[in-house]
């Protein structure tokens, strides 16, 4: 099974600052993905991070406001631009292995004030 | 896009009691998985089901997928504090994305 190390585990930042969360899985994984849980709710699928080209986004996200890189194999990093109180929330980065089961980071809560 | 519904949103139980979350799907799925999420935990894999009427146990944990193939369901027995957290249904599809459901939080008391 991939072991998945994020950081930062949580964070509080300034409204209009970025932050950008770091992703790294100890074996090569073809599909890396990045969600976003808000609180109290379930979790929404953001992109996939596609290793030598752009990351692939789901409707409502763009990459403006979510840059993501795939340097490699095993680490991705988004980055939350232009930060807003509604950007509050829990971000979380995915492995998908086998064809089946998903491995997940520890996540990184993020508070905007 | 797909939308996966769970009921109950929340369910406080007894210890001992036994619980039951509900997914339910308008389309026919090609699998279901199941994953626990502790509070302040990240999802955790619990279970693939990918056949009408597939029934698997994991100790106190029973998963069915409905004969049609678009509900699912989870059953603990005798739940225990250890079982306290947010269970969510997730259906993968196209490159292995995955769409979550809404979620049961369990609460378990002594």
């Known amino acids: 099974s991939a072991v998945i190390s994020q950081k930062p585990s949580r964070d509080i930042c300034q409204r209009g600052t970025s932050l950008t969360i770091q992703c790294q899985v100890d074996?090569?994984?073809?599909?890396m993905f990045w969600y976003r849980q808000q609180p109290g709710q379930s979790l929404t699928l953001i992109a996939t991070?596609?290793?030598?080209?752009?990351?692939?986004?789901e409707s409502g996200f763009v990459i403006d406001k979510f840059p993501i890189s795939r340097p490699n194999l095993t680490f991705s990093t988004l980055t939350v631009s232009n930060m807003s109180p509604e950007d509050s929330s829990i971000y979380l980065c995915?492995?998908?292995?086998?064809?089946?089961?998903?491995?997940f980071g520890q996540g990184t809560r993020l508070t905007v004030v | 896009g797909q939308q996966v519904m769970q009921i109950p949103q929340y369910q406080h139980v007894q210890e001992g009691e036994d619980f039951t979350t509900y997914c339910n799907s308008s389309?026919?799925?090609?699998?279901i998985q199941w994953y626990k999420q502790r509070p302040g935990g990240h999802p955790v894999f619990l279970i693939q089901l990918v056949k009408s009427g597939e029934v698997k146990k994991q100790k106190r944990l029973t998963f069915q997928f409905g004969e049609a193939k678009k509900n699912s369901s989870l059953h603990i027995t005798a739940t225990q504090t250890t079982d306290v957290g947010t269970y969510f249904c997730?259906?993968?599809?196209?490159?292995?994305?995955?769409?979550f459901g809404t979620g049961t939080r369990l609460q378990v008391t002594l």
């Open positions: 074996s090569q994984v073809t599909m």
């Open positions: 991070a596609n290793q030598g080209s752009e990351a692939t986004y």
């Open positions: 997730a259906v993968s599809g196209t490159a292995s994305k995955l769409t």
């Open positions: 995915s492995v998908e292995e086998g064809g089946s089961e998903a491995f």
């Open positions: 389309t026919t799925l090609s699998n």
